[in-house]
């Protein structure tokens, strides 16, 4: 979807983008090879095709941080058939809701074939060298919470990586609500031992744990591991949809 995309172009908007489309033009090489063929002024449509020229470049070389300043942050799921073999699913757990009052007790990241996890107080700090490894970040609800809540904690993560926030291209499609809900509408289930569980659950089960209770922090850390292998299912399943409805003229 990336090389079909326009929006990122100076001067490039919405509507001038499914103008394009609508020609019968889509990637970034037709617009090169039918440049003639393309009913917008000519100043205009050579100022795309340069930047057309750059974006391939950048493209080839996977520059995930060019793309991650100019593409709207509502369209960087567009990236994701570019950069899955360079992303990580991201799902954290608090003590709370509040940056500044609040904790993280744990950090799951998936890179699509091992899951990872970061628990407080045992090796939290070294996410920080973990993210760093990734060209695509994808989350549920992390441009709201869990980003800006590993921001506050480890102020020293850039995070100049392409984002995709779930929750935004998914309720575009019709799937609205919280990660659990959207799971059933897709069909996914969970284990015996975390089904029914919510964020509530995952403070209480940190608690415990605090307690003396090592039961709890497992179930803690497979209630998060689920979590994120669930959202690469989640993007697998829904990303046509998502790519239909963006194309649809």
């Not at 102020?155 to 809900?181: A, T, V, W």
Request: aromatic share 10%; glycine share 6%.
């Amino acid at each position: 979807m990336l090389n079909n995309t326009y929006i990122h172009i100076p001067g490039v908007g919405k509507g001038l983008e499914k103008k394009i489309w609508a020609q019968g033009i889509q990637t970034w090489e037709e617009f090169l090879e039918m440049e003639d063929r393309i009913a917008i002024p000519s100043s205009r449509k050579a100022r795309i095709c340069e930047e057309v020229r750059i974006s391939s470049k950048y493209l080839a070389a996977k520059d995930h941080c060019f793309f991650s300043q100019c593409l709207p942050s509502a369209e960087h799921w567009r990236a994701y058939s570019s950069f899955s073999d360079s992303s990580a699913f991201v799902d954290i757990e608090t003590t709370g809701l509040s940056k500044s009052r609040d904790e993280i007790t744990v950090v799951g990241i998936y890179d699509g074939k091992e899951s990872k996890t970061y628990v407080k107080d045992i090796n939290l700090d070294d996410v920080v060298e973990e993210l760093s490894k990734y060209r695509l970040l994808i989350s549920f609800n992390g441009a709201r919470f869990d980003l800006p809540f590993i921001k506050s904690e480890f102020p020293e993560i850039e995070f100049n990586q392409l984002h995709i926030d779930l929750m935004y291209p998914l309720r575009r499609i019709g799937y609205s609500g919280g990660l659990k809900n959207i799971e059933k509408l897709l069909g996914l289930s969970r284990s015996d031992g975390t089904e029914g569980l919510t964020g509530l659950d995952a403070v209480r089960l940190w608690k415990q744990y605090e307690r003396g209770d090592e039961e709890a922090l497992d179930k803690l850390i497979k209630y998060n591991r689920e979590d994120i292998v669930n959202l690469k299912t989640i993007i697998e399943l829904t990303y046509p949809k998502m790519i239909e409805k963006a194309l649809k003229i």
